[in-house]
């Protein structure tokens, strides 16, 4: 412990992840006196450490950050509380437009706040609500700070749609979602932004039509995605050759366009000064560079609309610049650690979202494995051009494989050719559209930005090019299923240290490492899968999931799909065998265990089945849950545990064990028992 002096720092944002990830993890919501204890052993901790030097100082500082994650989250929780809908709604929707961008299946989708819903209390009444446009509604054209009123369906945001899934719900609780849904009817302006309402996000708005005026097709789109955050005109097929090609993350506004953009923007400033004779003489440029470049990146934040990956991006960014205006290495896993630990203290709930961590895989794993090469390049004379062809392929290389896991853990595939994809369009992103969208907001107040769109465009085409020609290839995108909730926690905590500790007992990170691998790989995927109302199901069966209905739960469906690593669709689950339609109603085999699903106009009864299933709406033409002497899982039992698994060993799994402040009011409780 003594010899690791001064590189245990990047361990403090490590401790800080592990609390927040047990606090997120506990199992019910913990309340003052708990918090209290955990400030005073805070403050026990931290006097320690300050009056005992040597080993024991950093042991108690490393207790105080593990203490700190807890103590984040619940500040956060506290602090992000709003009503959530607690009912299904249909009436007329009042708000103000505050974002305008396409759902998964490209629809125009609004969100809203000053919401105003008919005959309900302001008190129950969401901050915010997310309402998808369909049919045509060419009468509209909607911007932030416009007044709509409408006529939509709303409930509350969707849980994780199986067990372990990924919680929407609980991202919509920390950005103070409320409500979504969608509406049939026209979509009526109420009134025009007042002048000063939404300025940030009007510009926006004015920019990208600039943008996308300019430049025709997904080409512009794609510009101004880049640009300005504004990815809304951007077509659903574009979408997803960026996303099965790997290059996804070049239309998110992350810490790579950042770079790229400030980095432009820090050599045209260092480069200018330098030719200022007077400037030059009497200034450091590469500091004045600095420090115009920050307000330029926080401009940069505020215009792309500060989602969750452009703040990562900024702080980033900050402390970067910040290392330069203090003589400090601007990159270093030092100032990485200054980021995380920012971000973690100030959103914990970023811990759990893929964008964090892909970004900071990625990030750590690029400064660690060039400051291991930087050594070794050095003592060796290469061709100048050398350097830089390396740089390129290794980014791509390190950067790709650091980040694959968690790709294939949370979007379950692997781009085969992704290492290609990115090859042929990191260099035309970073030396052309970039800069060419930093010249074109330049000489754009002059009347002279075409020529610099036109530059902008023919790069953007050329990335959606390559996207489109990769994701078309045979064998593009490989399914991943499902990892078991440990394996990413285990994986991550074996991986930081074996790249963190500085001695040779950093090889004992592979062994966590080495168990998840093995974990993912040996893991067994659900018998049976149960939506929330029980109205579709999902049985494994030996040629992969069977569904119980071709039509409705798509989005549910798709996911269990994924889930398993199979990339067919609904239509395909529900063709294969699994399900019987008999006239008790669908039969299923689980193992030993025989299963039933009531369908409407059929007598209630077991008829020889171990478990039946009672879908919500078969419930409601009973009028009440049937006495049947085999085991019954209905509406009761789905609104306490939301959808269920029913695992190869005949237990149940609940998506909702915990109670904590995002989960819907009624459910978790105690673990349902297992088929007998």
């Not at 500082?61 to 500040?75: K, M, T, V």
């Not at 052309?432 to 610099?452: E, H, S, T, W």
Request: glycine share 10%.
């Amino acid at each position: 412990m003594a010899d690791a002096r001064g590189h245990l720092f990047p361990f403090a944002p490590v401790l800080v992840g592990v609390g927040i990830g047990v606090w997120f993890a506990w199992p019910w919501e913990p309340g003052f006196w708990s918090y209290l204890a955990l400030v005073l052993a805070v403050l026990a901790f931290g006097a320690g450490a300050w009056h005992w030097p040597g080993t024991p100082r950093p042991l108690l500082i490393g207790l105080c950050c593990l203490l700190l994650g807890p103590l984040a989250g619940g500040l956060r929780a506290q602090t992000m509380a709003a009503p959530m809908l607690d009912f299904r709604y249909y009436g007329p929707v009042q708000g103000r437009v505050i974002e305008v961008d396409r759902s998964q299946t490209d629809a125009l989708r609004l969100t809203l706040d000053r919401v105003v819903l008919e005959r309900t209390d302001p008190a129950r009444t969401p901050v915010t609500v997310r309402v998808s446009l369909r049919g045509e509604q060419r009468w509209l054209t909607p911007a932030p700070g416009q007044t709509v009123l409408m006529t939509a369906h709303l409930a509350a945001p969707q849980g994780p749609v199986e067990p372990g899934g990924f919680d929407f719900r609980r991202m919509a609780f920390f950005e103070r979602l409320g409500a979504v849904g969608y509406t049939n009817t026209p979509v009526v302006l109420w009134a025009e932004p007042a002048p000063r309402d939404q300025i940030i996000a009007r510009i926006r708005t004015h920019l990208s039509n600039g943008i996308q005026s300019a430049i025709p097709g997904d080409p512009g789109a794609f510009s101004a995605g880049v640009m300005t955050g504004d990815r809304s005109g951007l077509s659903l097929q574009a979408v997803q050759d960026l996303r099965d090609s790997s290059l996804a993350h070049l239309l998110a506004i992350s810490g790579m366009n950042l770079a790229f953009l400030i980095s432009f923007t820090f050599a045209l400033l260092r480069g200018g000064l330098a030719l200022i004779p007077p400037v030059a003489l009497r200034l450091d440029g590469k500091k004045l560079a600095a420090a115009i470049s920050l307000p330029i990146a926080g401009f940069y934040l505020l215009l792309s609309g500060s989602n969750v990956a452009t703040e990562r991006a900024f702080v980033m960014v900050a402390v970067m610049l910040g290392a330069v205006l203090l003589d400090r290495a601007a990159i270093t896993l030092r100032s990485v650690a200054i980021a995380a630990l920012v971000l973690l203290l100030w959103q914990p709930e970023a811990l759990l979202e893929p964008g964090f961590q892909m970004s900071f895989a990625a990030t750590i794993a690029l400064v660690a494995g060039f400051e291991g090469l930087a050594k070794r390049v050095e003592q060796r004379r290469l061709w100048r051009g050398v350097p830089m062809v390396m740089t390129l392929v290794l980014s791509s290389v390190i950067g790709g494989f650091a980040t694959a896991p968690y790709a294939a853990a949370h979007f379950n595939r692997f781009t085969d050719y992704g290492l290609l994809a990115n090859l042929l369009t990191v260099p035309v992103m970073g030396a052309v559209v970039m800069p060419a969208g930093a010249v074109a907001a330049i000489l754009a107040p002059l009347g002279l930005a075409y020529p610099a769109l036109w530059v902008m465009g023919q790069g953007s085409a050329w990335i959606l090019w390559v996207a489109a020609r990769i994701a078309a290839l045979e064998g593009a995108v490989t399914p991943i299923p499902m990892p078991p909730d440990v394996v990413l926690p285990l994986f991550t905590l074996g991986a930081l240290w074996l790249i963190l500790w500085p001695f040779r007992a950093r090889l004992l990170g592979l062994v966590p490492v080495t168990v998840a691998f093995w974990l993912w790989s040996d893991h067994a995927r659900p018998l049976l899968l149960i939506d929330a109302e029980a109205r579709v199901l999902g049985v494994m069966g030996p040629d992969g999931r069977a569904i119980s209905r071709e039509k409705g739960g798509g989005f549910t469906v798709q996911n269990w799909l994924e889930n398993d690593g199979d990339l067919s669709g609904q239509a395909a689950g529900f063709a294969r065998p699994g399900f019987v339609e008999t006239d008790a109603g669908l039969r299923f085999a689980l193992g030993p265990w025989r299963g039933l699903v009531l369908t409407k106009g059929q007598r209630p009864d077991c008829a020889g089945a171990d478990v039946v299933i009672l879908p919500a709406a078969v419930l409601e033409d009973l009028g009440e849950a049937p006495d049947l002497p085999c085991r019954v899982i209905g509406p009761e039992v789905l609104e306490v545990t939301g959808p269920l698994a029913i695992l190869p060993d005949g237990s149940l799994r609940p998506t909702f064990l915990a109670k904590r402040m995002w989960t819907p009011p009624g459910a978790g409780g105690e673990l349902p028992p297992p088929l007998q």
